[in-house]
Structures are given as C-alpha cells and as structure tokens.
C-alpha cells in the first residue's frame, strides 16, 4: 500500500475509532496461522475507516478503479456475514495455534485440538442461539455502514449454487454459510 493510502488509512482510523491501538492492515500470511487469525482480527475491527478509506481514494484518479471494486466487495451483506462467521471461528482456534508454535509434545497437541473440537461441537450443538448473537452484531455494523440486509439471488433449480430452503435473511445465513463452515471447519481438525 502506498504511502498515501496509508495516510489516508491512519486519518480515517484517527476519525472513526480513535481508541483503535491498530492503525494500519496487517498482512495476510500464508503460512504463519497466528499472524493470519489476527490480520483477520485487525480487518475486522477497522472495517469501518477501511471503508471510508476506500471511498476517499476512489475519489482520486490514479486508484479509483481499484478503490471501488474493493469498496463495492466490503459492502456485500455476504462478505460481512462471512467475515464475521471467519472471525468467530479463527477465536476459537487463536489460542491452539499459539499453543502449536511453541515446543509441545503431541500427546499435549492432541489434547488442545480435542479441546477446540470440544468447543466447536457444542457451537454446532448451539447453532441457532450463537449465529443469532453473531447475525445481531452483522446487522449492526451493516446499518452503521449503510449496506442493506440481502440475499444473493437464488435459482429455483438447484445445480451449482447452495440454495437452501429459507424463511428468513438470518435462517438463509445461518444454514448457508455458518453451520457449512462450522462443520468444514471441524472436519478440517479432525
């Protein structure tokens, strides 16, 4: 990011959320699952002045195209579901991948993955309350960003697509992305 950009990020940080300690995005990291769960953190936390910081740059010339297809990503009801559903899932696991870096032996190992196991089966037990908890805080800050409760289009054959049966945004939600991705999620442990 450039140096520009960066100001901009920092101004927006300052503006928005001035008791935020985080004033720039942390890298995503292909290989150290620490530093990915807490970029992951950080984004999540400064989505906000993220946003007003992509629309202050698609007002310049040299970025704007990039600016807006970013900004117009952000601003998905989906992506912030989804990113939250992440968010939930990598604190679960947060405290095991630190565990996992330091020296352990595997029988310890396996014990603190059963443990997050643990965890996460009762999070699929509890499905409906926790999603409805997590769906509360999307709204939020879906309302405080302006973005419109919505769901992507659905066909009435199924073929490619996960069309779930639904009566409701929340329920659509909770049965196409979070309990998949709970349930990956703990495949992925196991």
Excluded at 40 to 67: Q, R, T, Y
């Amino acid at each position: 990011m450039s140096a520009k950009r960066t100001e901009i990020l920092k101004s927006m940080i300052s503006d928005c959320c001035p008791e935020q300690k985080k004033k720039k995005l942390i890298l995503l990291c292909e290989t150290r699952w620490v530093e990915r769960h807490d970029s992951v953190f950080s984004f999540k936390d400064i989505l906000e002045p993220i946003l007003l910081s992509l629309l202050k740059i698609e007002e310049s010339s040299d970025s704007a195209s990039k600016a807006h297809a970013l900004s117009s990503s952000i601003s998905q009801f989906q992506f912030l579901v989804n990113l939250f559903v992440l968010s939930r899932m990598l604190s679960t696991t947060h405290n095991l991948s630190e565990k996992l870096k330091k020296h352990i032996d595997i029988s310890e190992a396996i014990a603190n993955v059963t443990s997050v196991l643990y965890l996460l089966s009762k999070q699929r037990v509890n499905a409906n309350d926790n999603f409805k908890t997590l769906y509360a805080q999307v709204k939020e800050i879906a309302s405080k960003l302006d973005i419109k409760e919505e769901i992507l289009r659905v066909c009435r054959l199924q073929t490619a697509r996960n069309n779930v049966p639904y009566s409701t945004e929340e329920e659509y939600y909770r049965r196409a992305v979070y309990v998949p991705y709970l349930d990956d999620f703990c495949n992925s442990l196991k």
